[in-house]
């Protein structure tokens, strides 16, 4: 399954299916594709019984495309020793024997590890060094700038295209009836030099989705939200519409999310 989906900006309940799998008992294993997931959203892997965890350099971390990693579960290495499945280059019991030595079954892209070091090392700063505290504070990041986004978006009588489950990675929105979300997309480009994107494939048009993965904080939320409040006002004929409703409707789940997120600290560092 996916954790989160950048195309639609959904979020699926991957500890839910996780359950659903243990109690059916079938030994099937849960594979998750957590791309955009890892550094957006928060996962409990080994509690929840995770068997595979995937994640991609080009997202949450920040550094250029081409590098993948992922965690794997006992039952999953297990499977492993009787699957019949042709591998070769991705046969992660070869990694796995390499990685003892601290060295990689194939020639590993260095470049991107070394960057990867530099992100890990950004992540962790975050969190006053501990890289565990960085994630949490790099997730709590992405879910505030979504949550300031989704109050924006509601207090300009916007819709959002997964109201029941959206991510932390992007918030999708459906422009107003009748009108082409590219013109959304191309206005705030062109006005404001901001870039947000339009729907994929047949969604094309039919959506824009808006970005809060990685570098990127409550100024550039701040920047956005405005930017979009000047593109409501000229291009979009919103009922009710008036400056300063949307920002304001942002300055608010702002303190929200960032008053929970601090307690959730607080308790953790208590729990330890
Ligand atoms: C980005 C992404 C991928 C990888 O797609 P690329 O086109 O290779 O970047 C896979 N899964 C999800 C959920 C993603 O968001």
Redesign the pocket.
Known sequence: M?A???STGVRHDVKGVAELLKSANSGALLVV?A??GLGTTHFDVDAWGVDIMIG?S??AVMIP?GLSYLSVSQRAWEAMETSLNPRYYFDLRKERKNAKNGESAYTPAVALIAALGAALDYIAAQGGGDLAAGRKALVDNAETCAAMTRAAVDALGLKLFAPDAPAAVATAVLPPAGVDSGVIVKDLKSRFAAVITNGQGEMKGQIFRIAHIGFFDYMDTIAIVGALEQVAASALKLPGFEFGKALAAAQKAYVEQTTKAASETLEAVGAR
Do not use: F
Request: glycine share 10%; proline share 9%; aromatic share 0%.
């Open positions: 996916q989160t989906e950048s594709d791309i955009t991609g080009q997202k495309p």
